[in-house]
T-cell receptor
Framework: DAKTTQPPSMDCAEGRAANLPCNHSTISGNEYVYWYRQIHSQGPQYIIHGLKNNETNEMASLIITEDRKSSTLILPHATLRDTAVYYCIVRVASIGTGTASKLTFGTGTRLQVTL | DARVTQTPRHKVTEMGQEVTMRCQPILGHNTVFWYRQTMMQGLELLAYFRNRAPLDDSGMPKDRFSAEMPDATLATLKIQPSEPRDSAVYFC???????????????FGQGTRLTVV
């Protein structure tokens, strides 16, 4: 799986948009971009994923550049409960029963949402 | 409310003792992962199973760790003998993978916090 690079930490004021960047310059054509987050003392939680088109769900939006070498996770109105470590992961979609489905976590971005 | 259930949530044990951690994956999921999280190493994949068969356990120390799925509703991770360096939070996750289709996301349990003294 391709390696990702994220800033170690970011701050965001409550109610503002949090934009978390991720670089994945070695991403392959069959690799998806996944975002997970881990709130303190909990297990990681899936947020969103995408291949090349921008995606939006009830939690966040994912913007992937046209060359797919970087992406941005957007939390449109950050709250204190969004304080967590955010992981950007690139991962091959399932192909048969190979190792495609495993997640490899990096160090992530620690997002601190403040009043 | 479907969720991955891990027991125990906390475990303190003495060095040399056997430790067994249990995981109940979400009903219907066919893939189970075991991860370990420490401050120094972050989240590391230890092993994962598909349809109860081990697919990859290369991240697991073979001499003392073992992972099994006695049935589709139970996954176990055992450490024997335990050592202080095994102190960590162990997470189980489950997901559904269909051949030739996209993966579902992985759903994680709350983890077992293991302390070996």
């Amino acid at each position: 799986d391709a390696k990702t690079t994220q800033p170690p930490s970011m701050d965001c004021a409550e109610g503002r948009a949090a934009n978390l960047p991720c670089n994945h310059s070695t991403i392959s054509g069959n690799e998806y971009v996944y975002w997970y987050r881990q709130i303190h003392s909990q297990g990681p939680q899936y947020i969103i994923h995408g291949l090349k088109n921008n995606e939006t769900n009830e939690m966040a939006s994912l913007i992937i550049t046209e060359d797919r070498k970087s992406s941005t996770l957007i939390l449109p109105h950050a709250t204190l409960r969004d304080t967590a470590v955010y992981y950007c992961i690139v991962r091959v979609a399932s192909i048969g029963t190979g190792t495609a489905s495993k997640l490899t976590f990096g160090t992530g971005t620690r997002l601190q949402v403040t009043l | 409310d479907a969720r991955v259930t891990q027991t125990p949530r906390h475990k303190v044990t003495e060095m040399g003792q056997e430790v067994t951690m249990r995981c109940q994956p979400i009903l219907g999921h066919n893939t189970v992962f075991w991860y370990r999280q420490t401050m120094m190493q972050g989240l590391e994949l230890l092993a994962y199973f598909r349809n109860r068969a081990p697919l990859d356990d290369s991240g697991m120390p073979k001499d003392r760790f073992s992972a099994e799925m006695p049935d589709a509703t139970l996954a176990t991770l055992k450490i024997q003998p335990s050592e202080p360096r095994d102190s960590a939070v162990y997470f189980c996750a489950s997901g559904l993978v269909l051949d030739g289709r996209h993966n579902t996301e992985a759903f994680f349990g709350q983890g077992t916090r293991l302390t070996v003294v």
